[in-house]
């Protein structure tokens, strides 16, 4: 149980969102070559999902949104 957890920490590490806040492209940097990314709003709803490294978010409102790669979720606020 304990390597599992070392092995998610370093997942976790290797992901990189950024701006953050954002006001229109989110650039993700992760270890994998293609990695699948879901933005949520605060409720839980599933707004967008990609595979791509720039996430166009100019269409949402401003607000705090959840960003899911790689079964990892980072908190992403929208400006």
């Known amino acids: 149980m304990g390597s599992q957890s070392i092995q998610d920490h370093s997942i976790?590490?290797?992901?990189?969102?950024?701006?953050?806040?954002v006001s229109h492209?989110?650039?993700?940097?992760?270890?994998?070559a293609t990695p699948?990314?879901?933005i949520f709003s605060i409720q839980g709803v599933l707004l967008l999902q990609t595979k791509d490294n720039q996430i166009?978010?100019?269409?949402?409102a401003n607000g705090i949104y959840f960003a899911e790669v790689d079964r990892?979720?980072?908190k992403v606020v929208k400006q």
């Not at 492209?25 to 994998?32: G, R």
Request: charged share 25%; hydrophobic share 40%.
């Open 12 to 21: 976790e590490s290797a992901i990189k969102l950024y701006p953050n806040p």
């Open 36 to 38: 699948e990314i879901k």
């Open 56 to 60: 166009d978010l100019s269409s949402l």
């Open 72 to 74: 990892v979720f980072r």
């Open 25 to 32: 492209i989110l650039h993700v940097e992760t270890n994998n």
